[in-house]
């Protein structure tokens, strides 16, 4: 189903591409065609939308999340330690966002 979504093994864990659209009303995840779009509550301000992120995919997939590349971005990547392709593929299947 999100075979299309930018999702590579590495032998850290997973990392996925996102999209990242601050100062929305609810945090929510959106798989749209070939992109997951992450709408976090926090203002773009000294990491706040980071630290949401990586604490609610952290509760998402049941891993520790980091953001390894993007700090500063709208377009992030990001790192869940530990989880495997078919566990990440399975959890974005089986959760309603």
Request: aromatic letters at 6%; one cysteine or more.
């Amino acid at each position: 189903m999100h075979n299309s979504l930018s999702i590579k093994e590495t032998k850290e864990g997973i990392i996925l591409s996102i999209f990242v659209k601050p100062n929305a009303p609810k945090f929510k995840i959106e798989l749209v065609e070939t992109e997951m779009i992450v709408y976090s509550t926090e203002e773009p301000d000294k990491g706040k939308v980071n630290k949401e992120i990586m604490k609610e995919a952290s509760k998402l997939f049941g891993c520790h999340a980091e953001i390894v590349a993007g700090v500063t971005s709208r377009k992030k990547l990001l790192l869940l330690r530990g989880a495997n392709r078919v566990y990440v593929e399975t959890c974005l299947k089986c959760k309603e966002f």
